[in-house]
């Protein structure tokens, strides 16, 4: 084992000179781990002209580690698993976190596998018995939590779900590193040719004061009239989980969520909605947020302040109703 | 075009009730339906378009006991070509990296262009196997595919990021995607391929076929237990009339009507 | 003996269900109410090769047996009764008795179109004048020189206002009473055959339930099915076969009424707990499954005595169609009464199954004409 073992690395991601809010949230609760432990929590920013991306996660770390080149341009799974696969090596750190996006998703289990240590992904909880890693996971769409321990190892790896994790500012002053780039140019076998940005729409979902959301609930296509009643009845706008962007009932620009858009309204009304964490990701943060679901177990109603457990065909018409009663 | 798809048979659970069973590990299965895993029913379609494209053929494997036999044969019956089901018997408690060391050892003896996996089972929700699988067998991959173009040798596929953003990609074949739902319109099959496919042997292969006695268990589920209930939303009660007056007043209260 | 279902009947049962979940059911209560028949559903179910279950593969079908039909008509019928039917007419009253009687030439130039779907099939046995009693018909055809020339009118004909191939009943020889009953295939475009009132249902609203009209209609002479005079045979043996599938279409409503109901019971409340608390709604979710299940298995023995290749099975189709379509009734009206009020709605589909599930007492010969059938079997 290397010397530095014990200490927690974290992966700042960041994407076109933004970085993801994941990368506080690591790094937060890798500060958190790094007390419990006495160690320390080290920064890994790779990529080319980061120069601001390290300024800003200086502080949030005891070392920053930094590796630059112009083949890691844009975050590219398999160039930064050679990147980091090299540095994991020679650090040894006791536990890596990553985040759980579509970066994380990409990179996180082949890394894992190549270095031969075991990974858990999509955890919304880590704990520490006696050095003991043990995290909390939720399967079947956060039905159930799940704790989940690792088979013994000299280091291991986490993907973190985004959003369960606080992000706070960190008040330390992190060393930064340069290592130099094991890698000399993006990898023939994926490369990466260019960004397609998403269409624009008919709406700007994220500029609504109020969001009637509907979900795979909603059973047919037919069925939106019904939600498009109720949403001008509060001079709201439509919007919508994945399902029904898959479907094709709705067009992409409606939907919420991690592979969607991040909304924050006056009101979030979900509507058939189950309440799986891509979907969350993109409207817990609206000021109030309503569910309608049969399903009194539904994961919505973690998010939600208010809930009706009952059929959505039975309730939406009586609330349009009362909604008009009282405008008057 | 010679592809493989990894498919996974799982529990319905969006609607279900789900209640963890006696040994606090698993949940109990007996009351509800299972199905084909949401987005390998996508990665399937996607592979049976290729094929129909270009030529080829289309391999499932599903890692499994024989009640998944019915999942694979509804794939067969969509248009794949022969079917593999490794028997989980023997393997115990799996974890995602087992599942891609187990589907390792069965393709690595396989010939094949391409190898599709959905990008996330829903019951783990692991998003795990496929990205490893590729690592293990040495290949290049990319998750959250949602478009697949093929060229010779290479493949251009688009991969979805954040909100909303894609990523073009140019990867070398043999490769490895994991498909994200709506990349496609799965099909329903016919009556007639349903017919054949019932009638077609699925090879069944065993720890031993596939020269891995122990997959090597790197997680282990400890206990599953209820979420725990934090701030849960104030439900409001009654029958539709009065939660709906309810909602409506809370509305008004709150200046949004 | 074996109560479970093959490979391929669970894997045609799942397909069935998941496309009658996903594309049927939402459009079933929408074609209930404006009685519009519903081609996009038949379109989709063609594809899969629904409208030909029974039509061995050479014919253009799928090649299945009686069993995998009754199954299929019961998954459609579970979201969509009028579905069911439709399929079911197509199925075991245009393309079976064409299968059975006709000859070699008459399986392959009909088949493959009935089983695609290009054409719809229907079978008009009924009169204004005749209903229970199939041999008071009045409907007459005569032979001149390479044409039979039909006269008469068929009532209540379902699938009659859309399909292109028919399966009709007539008299070319009055003298020899039920003896002198012939059938013919009749297309749409025949000249002389028109149609008549379309019928305005209290159930299976959208089936293009239709009076068919013959005057001087000319059907060429290599449409006789069968030989001239063994009409009434085929008549009788036909329906032995549908009867089972109208069984299925019956064991398909109650059991979606029963799912219905099931969860309804779960989730609403009354004095402070769930329905499915009270006893007397215990009771009525007991009785529901357990007619259900006896009438399944009923539905099933008949489909399976066919599949065997008996050659009587009359009482058996009866037994499974009478008990079958009593346990339709009886289920859509407990459903009905669970649900309350509400059950009284058009927002909920127990209404539509409740009103649906009547016709299956009647039509494919009544309860009445089932027990008939039945004690006749037994007395003879
Ligand atoms: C990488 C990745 C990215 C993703 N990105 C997103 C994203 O951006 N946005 C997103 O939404 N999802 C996303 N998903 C998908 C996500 O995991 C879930 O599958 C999805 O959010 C589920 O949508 P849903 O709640 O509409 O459907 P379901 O989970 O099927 O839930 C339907 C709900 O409707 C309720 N219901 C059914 N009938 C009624 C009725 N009559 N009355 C009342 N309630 C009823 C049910 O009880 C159930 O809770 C992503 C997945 C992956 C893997
Ligand atoms: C929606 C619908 C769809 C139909 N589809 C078709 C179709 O596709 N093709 C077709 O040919 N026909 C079809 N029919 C006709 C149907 O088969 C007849 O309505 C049925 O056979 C009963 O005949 P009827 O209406 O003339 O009643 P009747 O024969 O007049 O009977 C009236 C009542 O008397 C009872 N009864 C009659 N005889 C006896 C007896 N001997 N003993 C005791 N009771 C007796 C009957 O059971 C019934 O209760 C359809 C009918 C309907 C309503």
Sequence with gaps: MGGEMGKIFTLVEHRRGQIHDISFELLTKGRDLAAQLNSEVVALVLGHGTEEVVERVKGEAHQVLWVKGESLKEPNAEAYQIVLSHILKEYNPFLTLIGHTALGMDLAPPLAASLDIPLATDCVGIELEDKRVITIRQPYNGKLNARVSFA???????????????????????????????????????????????????????QADVIIAVGRGIKEKENLALLEDLADSLGGVLACSRPIVDEGWLSKDRQVGSSGKTVKPKLYMAIGISGAFQHITGMKNADTIVAINKDPNAPIFNVAHYGIVDDLFKVVPVLKKKILELKG | MDIVVCIKRVPETAEAEIKVDSSGKDILKERLTFDINESDNYALEEAILLKEKRGGTVTLISVGPPECEDTIRMGLAKGADQAIRVSNEGFGELDGFATAEILKNTIQDLSYDLILTGCMATDDGYSQVGPTLAELLGIPHAVLVTKVDLQDGNARVERELEGGLLEALEIKLPALFAIQTGINEPRYASLIAIRRAAAKEIKVLNAQAIGLERPTLRTRVENLFPPPVGKRAEILKGGAEETSKRLAQIYKSKGII | MDFDLTTDQR?????????????????????????????????????????????????????????????????????????GVIVAVNNSLAAYPIYQFGNEEQRKKWLPLLASGEKLGAIAITEPNAGSDVASMETTARLEGDYWVLNGTKRFITNGGEAGIYVVFAYTNKELQHRGISAFIVERETPGFSLGKHEDLMGIRATANCELIFEDAKIPKDNLLGEEGQGFKICMHTLDVSRIDIGAQAVGLAQGALDAAISYAKERKAFGKPLSEFEMIQSMIAEMATQIQAARLLVYYAAYCKDKGMSRFSKEASMGKWFASEAAVNATKMAVQIYGGYGYTKDYPVERFYRDAKIMELYEGTSEIQKIVIARSLLK
């Design chain 1, 152 to 206: 013994d190892a000299p280091a291991f790896m986490i993907t973190l779900r985004q959003g369960s994790f606080p992000s706070e500012e960190g008040n330390l002053t992190g060393k930064v590193v340069d290592i130099p780039s094991p890698l000399e140019k993006e990898p023939d076998y994926r490369r990466f040719v260019e960004y397609i940005e998403a269409a624009v729409g008919e709406v700007d979902i994220t």
């Design chain 3, 11 to 83: 894997m045609l049962q799942k397909m069935v269900r998941e496309i009658a979940t996903k594309e049927l059911e939402p459009v079933a209560s929408e074609i209930d109410q404006s009685g519009e028949f519903p081609w996009e559903n038949i379109k989709k179910l063609a594809k899969q090769g629904l409208l030909g279950v029974i039509v061995p593969e050479k014919y253009g079908g799928a090649g299945f047996d009686f069993i995998s039909l009754a199954i299929a008509i019961e998954e459609i019928s579970k979201v969509c009764a009028t579905t």
